[in-house]
């Protein structure tokens, strides 16, 4: 009885552990996402933020060029830019 409670144990330890190993990715990270958006708009970033938007995740990045910022988005689960746009100083959000 002892054996097969073991037999039983280890089957089930075989079944879960390959699943563990094919966990999928988050995302990017917030430095990769600096990057990406630093790559795209170069400047001085002065706002970051993670922050739920249209559906989904994204990186946003207020960065200064000049007279104007520069809000660069970046998809969390992608990497991709999905916001990319001019605001003057004063109309900062």
């Keep these: 009885m002892r054996n097969i409670a073991m037999i039983l144990s280890l089957a089930a330890a075989a079944l879960v552990l390959p699943q563990a190993g094919q966990a999928k990715s988050s995302g990017i990270t917030m430095a990769q996402a600096r990057a990406i ?7 001085r970033i002065e706002k970051a933020e993670r922050e739920r938007e249209g559906g ?3 990186y946003s990045f207020d960065i200064r060029q000049g007279n104007q ?3 660069i988005g970046v998809d969390v689960a992608t990497g991709r ?3 990319n746009k001019f605001e003057p100083l004063n109309a900062r959000d």
Excluded: N, T
């Excluded at 958006?37 to 400047?43: D, E, K, M, N, Y």
């Design 56 to 58: 989904g995740l994204r």
């Design 69 to 71: 910022i520069h809000e």
């Design 37 to 43: 958006a630093l790559h795209a708009a170069p400047g």
């Design 81 to 83: 830019i999905v916001e």
